[in-house]
């Protein structure tokens, strides 16, 4: 499965993005789907986390009542809404793909390019 993140930009600290995460070669249904993201200098560290239906998820407390995963099947897409941010989300965000539930990156088999988020203060 390919996956190709986007919607990441430049945005004042208090603002919001939202970031798609479209996959393509194979549907998505059978994929546990995860946000990751890295800080230079930092390790990939985990941000969110949705599995096959979008019943389950579960957050970084760092983000916590921030963000919100959600995932539409039928257009093989996953997204992820950030609200509030801080110049600490900074990062490049990046979405992939995990046979099984896991908030671990290394379970995670497939990824996209990543997207830059960059929050001013």
């Known amino acids: 499965v390919q996956l190709q993140a986007s919607g990441g930009g430049l945005v004042q600290a208090g603002g919001s993005l939202r970031l798609s995460c479209a996959a393509s070669?194979?549907?998505?249904?059978?994929?546990?789907m995860g946000w990751f993201r890295q800080a230079p200098g930092n390790e990939r560290e985990f941000v969110a986390t949705?599995?096959?239906?979008?019943?389950?998820?579960n957050y970084a407390d760092s983000v916590k009542g921030r963000f919100t995963v959600s995932r539409d099947n039928a257009k093989n897409t996953v997204y992820l809404q950030m609200n509030s941010l801080k110049p600490e989300d900074t990062a490049v965000y990046y979405c992939?793909?995990?046979?099984?539930?896991?908030?671990?990156?290394?379970?995670?088999?497939?990824w996209g390019q990543g997207t830059q988020v960059t929050v001013s203060s």
């Open positions: 992939g793909a995990a046979a099984y539930y896991s908030i671990s990156f290394e379970r995670y088999n497939y």
């Open positions: 070669g194979r549907t998505i249904n059978n994929y546990v």
């Open positions: 949705i599995n096959w239906s979008g019943s389950v998820t």
